[in-house]
C-alpha cells in the first residue's frame, strides 16, 4: 500500500469524506432543485382549470319533486334524468327485477340505500346518443312507462333498464350521493 501524501490527507475530513464528494452532493441538489423548478410548472399548467372544476359536479334539490314526477337537469353538458318514483313503480321495477334483460340491472343497483324512490340518470340514449322522452309531464314514455327513445325505437322502464329497441345498455347512473335527504350532488 502506497504511504498517503500529505495532499490527500487534506481532501480528506476526519470521517472519511472527500471534498469532491460534496461537490457532487451539492451539484446534485442544486441539479434536483433546478428540475423541479421547471417541470413543477409544465405539469401544473396541465391540471383543469376552475370552469372545468365547477362544471364536474352538479347539485339538485329533489324535495320539491313529487311521486311519479321527473325533472331534467344538466350535467356536465348532458341531461340528466331525476325522477321520484312511486310506491307501484318501485314494486313494479323489484318485480321486474328478475324478468330476463339485455343488459340485467336491480333497482337496488341503481337507486341509493335509504333512498329507493329517487333514480338519478343520464338522459342519453345509449344506442346513438339522443335524448330519450319521458322526463317531461305529457312525453311518450314508451312501452314499459319509462322512457322512449324516438330516434330509434329503444323503451326503458322505469328503472332506466333497457326493455325494448336498439340500446345496448341501460341509461347510465352517474356516480352521486345525497348531500341531506334532499340535495344529491352528481359527480
Known amino acids: 500500500m502506497a504511504p498517503e501524501t500529505a495532499a490527500t490527507t487534506e481532501l480528506t475530513t476526519a470521517d472519511g469524506v472527500r471534498r469532491r464528494d460534496w461537490i457532487h452532493v451539492a451539484a446534485l441538489g442544486t441539479a434536483g432543485v433546478g428540475a423541479a423548478s421547471v417541470l413543477f410548472p409544465l405539469i401544473s399548467q396541465m391540471a383543469p382549470s376552475q370552469d372545468v372544476l365547477a362544471a364536474s359536479t352538479t347539485e339538485i334539490d329533489v324535495g320539491a319533486i313529487q311521486p311519479g314526477q321527473s325533472i331534467k337537469a344538466t350535467f356536465r353538458k348532458q341531461p340528466l334524468f331525476v325522477k321520484r318514483l312511486t310506491p307501484e313503480e318501485i314494486a313494479a321495477a323489484k318485480k321486474d327485477d328478475a324478468v330476463d334483460m339485455r343488459d340485467p340491472a336491480a333497482l337496488a343497483e341503481r337507486t341509493k340505500e335509504g333512498h329507493e324512490d329517487v333514480l338519478v340518470t343520464m338522459g342519453v340514449c345509449t344506442h346513438l346518443g339522443c335524448v330519450p322522452l319521458g322526463a317531461a309531464e ?50
Open 138 to 187: 305529457g312525453e311518450n314514455k314508451g312501452e314499459f312507462g319509462g322512457y322512449f327513445c324516438p330516434c330509434h325505437g329503444s323503451h326503458y322502464d322505469v328503472a332506466g333498464r333497457i326493455r325494448k329497441g336498439p340500446a345496448p345498455k341501460n341509461l347510465l347512473v352517474p356516480e352521486y350521493e345525497f348531500k341531506s335527504d334532499t340535495v344529491i350532488r352528481v359527480g
